[in-house]
């Protein structure tokens, strides 16, 4: 293994790029670009961590002496996956699905690093929404915010004021559960104490 192989972050999410800086950890980006599709039967946990897990493989081809970090970032409610909105119309029926509800964020995340390195996990937090007024839902979305967010909006951004509770990890909400990274990249050896 090299003496300091660097970190490359496989997302251009910049809302990852901004948790890994306020944690201090210094990282590249090169965003990988893979076919974001579920497979038939795939529980929810389970498609998260592949895409995570193909992410990191596709970015790692590139950088074989370094670590890969890839997250995928995905909200479940009644067992329906809500992934980014297509358009306006589907945005609004995430957010009426999660109207007054409890619902799941779960971001997979997967690191490969040199010599054959793989470590793939996942994170789940439990969000609760108040009720939702249609009024707001359209002012929400007319912002733009939620076109390019797993499940229609951002916790750290206009919907923050209808989360009435939060079980887990908030930064995992956000895309990228910080605890479990370092963890992760601590047991790699990555990052050492």
């Not at 479940?76 to 809500?82: I, M, N, R, T």
Request: aromatic letters at 8%; charged letters at 25%.
């Amino acid at each position: 293994m090299l003496a300091n192989p660097k970190l490359i972050l496989a997302s251009a999410s910049p809302r990852r790029q901004e948790l890994l800086r306020e944690a201090g950890i210094n990282f590249e980006v090169h965003p990988a670009h893979i076919a974001e599709t579920r497979n038939p039967g795939e529980r929810a946990l389970d498609y998260a961590q592949r895409l995570a897990r193909e992410k990191a493989w596709k970015v790692a081809e590139q950088f074989p002496a370094d670590f890969v970090l890839g997250a995928d970032t995905i909200v479940v409610v009644d067992e329906e996956v809500l992934e980014k909105p297509v358009n306006e119309d589907d945005a609004a029926r995430m957010l009426r699905a999660l109207s007054g509800r409890a619902h799941q964020v779960i971001t997979g995340v997967g690191l490969i690093g040199p010599d054959a390195y793989r470590d793939t996990r996942a994170c789940a937090t439990q969000v609760y929404f108040r009720p939702l007024e249609e009024q707001e839902i359209q002012e929400y979305i007319a912002g733009k915010e939620p076109m390019d967010k797993a499940g229609a909006y951002a916790i750290q951004g206009g919907a923050a004021r209808w989360v009435i509770r939060l079980e887990g990890d908030y930064s995992n909400v956000v895309g990228l559960p910080l605890p479990l990274v370092k963890e992760m990249l601590y047991a790699s050896g990555f990052l050492k104490s």
